[in-house]
């Protein structure tokens, strides 16, 4: 089963508006992270917030996370057109040795309306 | 800093057919990853190299899939002989030491018809 779930779906806003999207895991977690994915494009790293941080921004994004919850949301701001894309949350589970798969969920798609 | 690269960045093949699917990481970075997303699921681990040595292959689906790092430097995936069920992209990503972060190539899109 998968370990992240994104809420909603799908979001369709208008420019300008902020966007709002959000993950919950099963398992316990050393850092969950988000990526974002244009149509047939690669996987672009957005930001990382470890599992002893309750939230951290870069530009116009900001990631909350909640361990007690496991669950995390990213919120866009002022959102562009050009922030149309698939967001994916991925969690780096709490394992020990060097074992680093990300487990993802099935993302949210995201269209930012001109 | 030139980033991971994936090559091809499409592939159609027949079923029973053998495809290879190549990832430079970026330059320096010991761990390697390979991930898959079949459409309509969730993207799925495959397998975690550290140089040449694999740390982790839990999620290679069987044994038609064969992943090699010689030299510790670019990766190989063949898929041999390929299934309807193996039609997906397949994402490579390298990160650097004990570094979280993983960098993600752009994908190979492959089609088993």
């Known amino acids: 089963s998968q370990q992240g779930e994104e809420d909603p779906q799908a979001l369709s806003i208008q420019e300008g508006e902020n966007a709002t999207m959000n993950c919950s895991y099963k398992?316990?977690?050393?850092?969950l992270q988000w990526y974002r994915q244009n149509s047939g494009r690669g996987l672009v790293h957005l930001i990382l917030?470890?599992?002893n941080e309750r939230e951290k921004h870069s530009g116009r994004l900001r990631v909350t996370l909640d361990t007690s919850k496991k669950s995390s949301s990213l919120l866009i701001t002022a959102s562009r057109a050009a922030d149309t894309a698939s967001y994916f949350c991925?969690?780096?589970?709490?394992?020990?040795?060097?074992?680093?798969?990300?487990?993802w969920g099935l993302g949210t798609s995201l269209a930012v309306n001109p | 800093e030139a980033g991971v690269t994936q090559f091809p960045s499409h592939s159609v093949i027949e079923k029973g057919q053998t495809v290879t699917l190549r990832c430079d990481p970026i330059?320096?970075?010991?761990?390697l990853y390979w991930y898959r997303r079949v459409m309509g699921k969730e993207i799925k681990f495959l397998l975690h190299?550290?140089?040449?040595?694999?740390?982790?292959e839990s999620g290679m689906p069987n044994n038609r899939f064969l992943a090699e790092r010689t030299g510790g430097t670019y990766s190989t995936l063949k898929v041999q002989p390929a299934e309807l069920e193996d039609s997906g992209v397949y994402f490579c990503?390298?990160?650097?030491?004990?570094?979280?972060?993983?960098?993600f190539g752009p994908g190979t899109r492959l089609l088993v018809l």
């Open positions: 398992t316990s977690i050393n850092n």
């Open positions: 190299f550290v140089k040449e040595s694999k740390q982790d």
């Open positions: 991925a969690t780096d589970p709490l394992r020990a040795g060097n074992n680093r798969k990300l487990i």
């Open positions: 330059s320096g970075h010991d761990n």
């Open positions: 917030i470890r599992s």
């Open positions: 990503a390298s990160s650097s030491g004990l570094r979280p972060t993983q960098y």
